[in-house]
Each structure stands twice: as C-alpha cells, then as structure tokens.
C-alpha cells in the first residue's frame, strides 16, 4: 500500500486545516473581548480554509477521472476562496467598527489603579 507523494501532501494539507480550523475555533469560545474573537475568527476563514482547499485541490487530481472534471473543481474552489478573501476582511473591519462606534473597547490587559493618591 503504497500512497504517493500528492497524496500524502494533500492529507497533510488538509489535516494542518482541520488542525488550524479547531484551535481557531477553541480561540473563538476562550478569548476574553468581542475584537480577539474576531481575530480569531478571520484567522480560521483565512489560513484555515486556505489549507484545506490546497488540499482538496490536489484530491480532486487524485480521485476525478479527467482532468477536466478536477480543472473544474479546482476553478470552483479557487472561486469560492476568493470570496471569502474579499468578504472577510471587510465584514471583519465593519463589525470592528460598529463595536468601536457602539461604545465597546477592547481589552488591553493593563489593570486600574486601586484608590489611593499618588
């Protein structure tokens, strides 16, 4: 059983995305503020979902009979990747936006000064 190369690469791609997709989504449920969840968010949807179509790109070579049904593929997932390259960015910027002119600051991690004077 012997696989070859493309095969072990795109597995490889494709489990890296899965990987990258799941901490992601671990980030999405433990980080603190509204803006490092979208952080996180935008870090699935870009890297995440880049590896994974790298992935099934070179599974639609392996496993399509004609190059032209994998060609096919190929061109819908580069498709549907641009979108999501165009999209992402500006409905995360948008949301930041809204959440900054709603009056929603993010967290900087500095602690307030307890009473006293100095």
Sequence with gaps: MSESALDIASWALIGSGAIFCLIGAVGLVRLPDLFSRMHAGSI???LGILLLFSGLAIQAFEILPSTKAALLVCGKLVLIALFLFITNPTTTHALAQAALWGGIN???????KRGGSS
């Design 106 to 112: 993010p967290k900087t991690g500095r602690r307030k």
């Design 44 to 46: 699935i949807e870009t």
